[in-house]
Structure formats: structure tokens, C-alpha cells
């Protein structure tokens, strides 16, 4: 297959398309609109469905219905629209739909900005909707991978009838690299839909998509019953690399494109000897812990590089569980750590270049 | 001679009287002499005689309590 | 000895929660009625709201979803566009479509979505407990309106089928009633009508439906029809507003 140089955004539409998604349903928003532009062009020619909707919450209902109706559906948005779309998101997960959402992740709070941001961690990992359910989230570092990983996120959510998101921040959806289509065979037997609502045809009983629950008993079984699934993933679709781990005198924790940043930084500090060494979580949730098993006993300690104030850092202290001091280090806004700053922060946590 | 008969399905009645205000023939009452399952006094018609067979009483029950027959 | 009214197979067998004498249970039955009349039953599929029937989905007999409060709209686009052969409609209150769900419902129509809505008007919010609805007259009185609701204060009530009639993608929009026999009847006329406009891909369809509230109006469900007829008629008055074809 031949190398192609897309613009990230529309890697993913064509990635998703590729992936058996036939309709999409969003709404435009800096800086993701290309997504949504090649969809409304390319989506016609697979005989799927483009539909701009009236707003990021009518456009997450659409997907619900067309996830109830037992469709491969995506959405994608930035930031404030992922934020409007929380209540559908949970109405999806309660009543066990699968999906795919897209978060191109722009600075914030409210407004914020449009430039790389990666300050909807704990809104991706914690869920920004009512009550206790899970995204499968998957961040990917560069382009290939994203496209990799969108095949697998269409097939999970099928598999465990569970909305997944695909997390970029803003250089994920705007820069361009080559990429490769490339045939995976899928990891998952996926089950047929006889769930979905396609009309009984007096063939069956009605089929119901729904997330009330009004006896709490009920209610209550349902919650335990979704938490089997969540705890099936963290089982079983932890996805992360390691890098440079070997007698590293301190560990830096990075995703996304700020891992790639870090990397250089990581080559530079080797030259002055001073070995550190990367912990790049690729599914956000579940997040890698059993990764910091690799981590030295006598690391100096570990490092969370984000493009926030520091939220992943949480997860990376748990992580931990006090075994190695952790600290953080971040730039905020939409403004970019460079290699220089995380090289910085490494000699003021070490001790300088030996 | 009737030229229809009505009959309620007495446990589903919720004795809100709806059916009784659009009979033609007023013929439609609740039956305060006894209580159904749900402890409401369910709607009947004690002069079936007179029934027209109309459906309006059917046509204003909001929980398909009765059944129309016509002669 | 023929039957001449039974219950409809497009209801299932579950008995509605639905207060004494609350028309919804009409409005549900004539729904029904037009779909197994239609013979579309296997090939619908109903969206429910948030609000009073909110349990619709174990009521009408055919595949449903259960949207989030004002959402339905919404949730049976994507569903129309997945199965575009099917019949899609909505049930919905009129806290959940004319108060949070306007959006929703504008676009639909705005877009000449081949669904079909049926509106229950009721003007005031049930389920939670009587609450002022966008639809609650001037004077009547609502747990947040407790001195009955004031222009000044909070405008006056909203007509959504003349609102939604300036629309071109509203194909069908009807006002109607449930308060009388006769009035019932040209209900089922119109919710046969609206679902045929579907059928027949001509755009949107709404048929809004008077509806009493005889538990928040704090009133017996015969004086509920009495107060249907003198006070919400008068202020949305019944008749059609568009139709296929017509050029407003």
C-alpha cells in the first residue's frame, strides 16, 4: 500500500471510513473542521450518511440513534463541543452503545483557544457525563498510529458496546505526515446486533434502547454489569510503549504529541548523560499502571509532561502508589513544551549534566 | 331490541369517568357498588338494552378498558 | 355480533402508568390504531422522551428508544438515516419539545426530516410535578408560577405549531384534541395523515395534540376536559397549518 501525505484530520475520516463507519453526524468547531468537511465529500461515495446537526448535542443524539440502530456511527468535535456532547456520551454508555468520538483538544477553560491542548484529560478519563461508566480512550502519537488505531476503536466499541474516543490535540488533527493504510485483522469476534432497533417485522419482540432504570435494585445490577466490562478492559486493552527504560534515573510520563517532544529531549539529556526514560500511555483509560512496573527501584523519580496544568499527574501518582516521587512539568494555552524546557526541568529533578 | 354491547375490562379500569360523559344514550356509569383490583370503582353500563353500539365510550377511554360489539 | 372496537395490537399488554384520566392513554391508543391500521408496526420505530411518557417504550408495540429530555427529535434523525425505509416517529411533551427540545424540533422540521412528532400539549410539566410549561397560560397556576404565570414575568405561551407551520420542511403540521369523541376522531385522522406524509417521503410531520393534566391541574379528569375545552382551544385553536404540497 502506498505511502499517502494527509492532513490529520482527514486521515481519520478516511481512516474511519476504512474502518466501516457509515455515518457521521457533527458539527463545525476550530480546529477539527476538516474532519467534517471530508466526510460531507467522501461519506456520499460509500453510500453512508454526512449530516451537519444543529449542535454538538443534537449531533451526539444523532449518533445515539444511530448506534441504537445498530449502525457503525462517529462524531468528532473540539474541546467546549466534546463538553456539550457529555450527557449523550453517558446515554450511550448506559445503554451499552457502541460508537466512536473524536476529541481534537484545543486550550482552555471556556472559550480558551485553538491551538494543541491536552487539558480534557480528566474530562476523557473521568467521564464529563452522570454516574459511573468508562470511555475505551486512545491517544495516538503521530498519524500512522492513529489510523492504526481507528480500525480496532470502531471494532471495540462494537465488542463491548461501548463508546470509545479518539483523542488528538490540536497538531494530531492540523499537521500532515505520510501515512499507510494498512489490512489488520481484526482482534475481536464481534457478536451480531439483534439488539438494534430495525423494526420487528413481527419476527420478534420490540427491541428497547434505553438507560432508565427507575428501581434501583435494577439500576444497581446494571452498574455492576457495566463494570464487568470495564474491568474486561482494563484487562485486556491497555495499550502503552516503554522507551530508554533501562537503569533510567528518572522516568517522564507523555502522550500524544508531547511524547514525541519529549523523545527528542530524552536524546539530547543521553548525550549528556543523563538517561531518562518514557512511559507513553496510549490508551489513556485504562490507564497503563502495570507500565510502571519497569520503572528502576532506584529511578530518582518520575515525570508528567502534559500540554495542561497537570492532570494526567494524578493518575500517575496513583500509579506510583509512593514508590517514586512524582512531579510535573507543562506548558498550558495551547503554547508548546520544547525539548529544551522538559530538558530543563529533567536537571533541576537530577541534579544537572554529569 | 340493543343494536350493541359494551364490555369493561373491569381490573384495567382507573375509575377516571371519562367514558360516562360520552355516551349518546347515557348509559355509562362507574359502579360504585363494588371496587376493582386497584381499589377504583369500575366503569359498567347496567342498561345494556339501550346500548347503540356507538364506540364513543371506547373512543374516550384512555386505558382500552372496553370492548364494542355491534349487532 | 361483530366487534366493532377493540384494543389495538400496536399497544402492547402493559397497563399505562398514566394518571386516572390522563388523555395521554388516548393519544397512545390512536397511535397505535394508525399504525396497525397502516401496517407498519414491524417497520417502526418510536423515540420516547423525558417527561410523563417517558415509559412509552413499553407501551407502543413496535421497536423503541428512549431519548434524553428533548433529544428525541434528534435520536430519530439518526435513526431515520440509518433505516431511511422505516418509520420513525416521536412522542414528546411539551416541556420536553417546546421548552428544552426546541432546537431539536425547529431542525427537524427545518430539515424537512422524514419523521413523524406527536406533540402532547398539556401546558404544564407532568411528571416532575406540575411545574410551568412554555405552554402554561397566562393566570394558570404551576408549582413555579404559584400566583399563575404573568406576561411580564415570563412571556406568553408558545404556539409551535404556527411556529413551526413558517417552515418549509414542515410538511404536515396539524393542531388537534383529545377532549370528545368527535375530536378524537380528527385526531386519528391527523396522526394518519402525518404518518402517511412520512410514508410518502413528503417531509416533516407534526400533529400537536391537546392534552389534559388532570393530577398538576389539580382538577377531576371530566372538569380537565371542560378546562381542555374553554381555556386551551380558545388560546391554540385546532385546525391545520400546512399540508404536502401547500405553499404557505
Redesign the interface.
Known sequence: MAKVLMKGNEAIGAAAIRAGCKYFFGYPITPQNELPEYMSKEMPKVGGVFLQAESEVSAINMVYGAAGAGARVMTSSSSPGIALKQEGITYIAGAELPCVIVNIVRGGPGLGGIQPAQSDYNQVTRGGGNGDYKLLVYAPANLQEMVDLMQEAFDAADYYRNPVMMVGDGMIGQMMEPIEFREMPSRFELPGKEWATTGTKGLRKPNIINSLALDPAELERHNIHLQAKYDAMKADEVKYEAYNMENAELVIVAYGTTSRIVRNAIIDLKEQGINVGLIRPITLWPFPEKAFDLVPKDCKGLLSVEMSMGQMVDDVKIASNGRWPVHFYGRAGGMIPTPEGVMEKVKALVGGAK | MAK??VTFNED?C?????C???CPVKIVTMDTSKINIKG?HPATVFEMDKCI?C??C???????V?????? | MSVVFKKTSGLTEKETHYCPGCTHGIIHRLVGEVLEELDVLGETIGVAPVGCSVLAYDYFNCDMHEASHGRAPAVATGIKRVHPDKVVFTYQGDGDLASIGTAEIVHVAHRGEKITTIFVNNAIYGMTGGQMAPTTLIGQRATTAPLGRTAEHSGMPLRVSEMLATIDGAAYVERVSVDTPANIRKTKKAIKEAFQCQIDRKGFSIVEVLSTCPTNWGMTPIDSLKWLADNLIPYYPLGNFRRPGEVK
Open positions: 350493541g354491547k384495567i382507573k375509575g377516571c369517568g371519562l360516562t360523559t360520552a377504583f353500539g364506540a364513543n371506547a373512543m374516550m377511554c384512555p386505558d382500552s372496553i370492548t364494542v360489539e355491534r349487532f
